[in-house]
């Protein structure tokens, strides 16, 4: 666990409310971007960071000593976010939003063809990870923004390595497969 989880999570299960909000406050900020990225909306991504430390601190019973805290959340975390997204699927009349961060392009002062594409770009990486199964956009948004290493990415998924870096291999393989348009448009 990371520095002084370990304390704090056994003063939350004896009760100590106090305590299980420095779990929240230490971790908070890392479970909101990885909700906002597998969400792709900061109101679902706070809908799903509430309820992500809502069922931690029901479920703290069930957390193991030996594992790490962040991990254990982080797969809480996904599985609030996949719910989400499976309920949000179930109703086609509400479109999905997709907000992504911007890309940022190293200049000075960027042209407006540079913001342009800067913009294209952007917003083809937001549709591509859209475009993802949920399994699929965790793996990939753990890996290449998190950088989380691959054991930790199938504790959070609940995978074995080996279909951990199948998951990851195939992110990766769609995401390059839906940019290969714009990557052959900036270099012709």
Sequence with gaps: MAGGDEAFVERARQGD?????ALVERHGRSVFRQAFRLTGNEGDAE??????FLKAYRKLHHFES??????????????CAYDLLRARARRPEDPIEVEGEPLRIAATTPSPERLAVAEEVRR????ALARLTPAERTAFVLRH????????I???????????K?????AVRKMR???????????G
């Excluded at 809908?47 to 992500?52: K, L, P, R």
């Excluded at 923004?145 to 930790?152: D, L, N, P, V």
């Design 66 to 79: 030996r594992a790490n805290f962040a991990t254990w959340l982080y797969r809480i975390a996904a599985n």
């Design 145 to 152: 923004h998190e950088g989380r290493s691959i054991a930790e």
């Design 124 to 127: 083809r990486v937001a549709v």
């Design 166 to 170: 199948h998951s990851v291999f195939r």
């Design 47 to 52: 809908d799903v960071v509430q309820e992500t």
């Design 154 to 164: 199938g504790a959070a998924l609940g995978l074995d390595t080996s279909a951990t």
């Design 177 to 187: 497969e839906a940019l290969q348009p714009l990557a052959e448009g900036v270099s």
């Design 17 to 21: 409310r106090e305590a299980f909000r």
